[in-house]
C-alpha cells in the first residue's frame, strides 16, 4: 500500500534547470528519510541526495552546490532541485523511503539533459 509518486522529469538543455517531486501516500512520512537515487542506461543505481525527517541532507560529490534536496512534511513530498544540469546527470531518478525493515521505490521520472 505504501506509494511513491515521481514527477518532474523531462528534457532539458544543458545549464537548465528541473524540479522533481515525489509524494508518499500509505504510510507515515515526517519520521522517515527520503532519498533520491538515478540511474543511468547500463549503470549501477547511485545515491544523489538524502534527507532525514529533520531536514538534514546529504549530496553525491557529482551534485554538490548544484542539487538541492528538500521536503514538506505537511504534503508528504520531497523534492530535488537540479540546477546546471550536465548531459552526464541524464537518468531515471528514483525517489526512495528509507524504512528500516523494507526498501520502498517510486517508478522513476525520467530526466534527459541534451542539447
Known amino acids: 500500500q505504501v506509494r511513491l509518486v515521481e514527477s518532474g522529469g523531462g528534457l532539458v538543455q544543458p545549464g537548465g534547470s528541473l524540479r522533481l517531486s515525489c509524494t508518499v501516500s500509505?504510510?507515515?512520512?515526517?519520521?522517515?528519510?527520503m532519498g533520491w537515487y538515478r540511474q543511468a542506461p547500463g549503470k549501477q543505481r547511485e545515491l544523489v541526495a538524502t534527507?532525514?525527517?529533520?531536514?538534514?541532507?546529504n549530496y553525491a560529490d557529482s551534485v554538490k552546490g548544484r542539487f538541492t534536496i528538500s521536503r514538506d512534511n505537511a504534503e508528504n513530498t520531497v523534492y530535488l532541485q537540479m540546477n546546471s544540469l550536465r548531459p552526464e546527470d541524464t537518468a531515471d531518478y528514483y525517489c526512495?523511503?528509507?524504512?528500516?525493515?523494507?526498501?520502498?521505490w517510486g517508478q522513476g521520472t525520467q530526466v534527459t539533459v541534451s542539447s
Open positions: 500509505g504510510t507515515g512520512f515526517s519520521i522517515y528519510a
Open positions: 526512495r523511503l528509507h524504512h528500516p525493515l523494507y526498501e520502498y
Open positions: 534527507i532525514t525527517g529533520g531536514g538534514v541532507t
